[in-house]
């Protein structure tokens, strides 16, 4: 019941790319914190990575060739994260398509700080209310197909992650009323398994699947961090892409 009333409640509330024929389009959002944002090493293997197929929404709201960082939230740390290689998997899976990559992400952010209205101090953003710019944003390209979500570090205490669930749920109803799609695919990431205490957020996320339809969670089994105990490393970030891009693929095709 606890949900349903959640659910409810949150109904409440580089260059421009040049213009080129499209046969069709897939857009997805990548939100959370800075996992998805990406903290991995930009080396050698991965500066120069893209797919003319794969385009990102940059920081002055312009579509271009997406290439890392995807993400601008913390422009000083930011790295390789799922979102380009979960792109250009999906671009494999829709050979005659363009792939438009919408970054959300905030790095440090709370599942709190993704709530209308709410402020995050050290980014000086508005998390959700940023994303929903996006959202519209992206909307003019037509429909949004997915959202990828990996979030939840700042949340791995006992007393947040015992009310995460259902914000999370509110979450993923709030975005689905943005998106005017009740069925959008939705798939979660587990946090690492490198720090003990994340496992109080995974054992939430594996709920949710039962609860909200159109949802799966991804492991993040086997998966090494950059040395810090906290943010995945590159090819681990992209290894997660591929995870992610699985995942959504069954969604759809649901």
Sequence with gaps: MKYLIAFAASLICLSPVPQQKETGKKIFLLMGQSNMAGRGNITAAFENLTDSRVLMLNANNEFITAKHPIHFDKPKAVGVGPGLTFGMNMAKAYPKDSIYLIPCAVGGTSINKWEPEAFDKSTNTHPYDDAVLRIKEAMKKGKIDGVIWLQGESDSNPKAAATYLSKL???????????????????????????????????????????????????????????????????SAAIYGDRFAKAMLELMKK
């Design 169 to 235: 749920t509110a979450l993923i109803a709030r975005i689905r009323y943005e998106t005017n799609n009740p069925e959008l695919p939705f798939v979660v990431g587990e946090l690492g398994t490198f720090r003990k205490e994340f496992q109080l957020i995974n054992n939430e996320l594996y709920k949710l699947p039962a609860l909200v339809s159109f949802t799966k969670v991804v492991t993040s089994e086997n998966l090494s961090h950059k040395g810090d105990t906290t943010h995945f490393d590159a090819p």
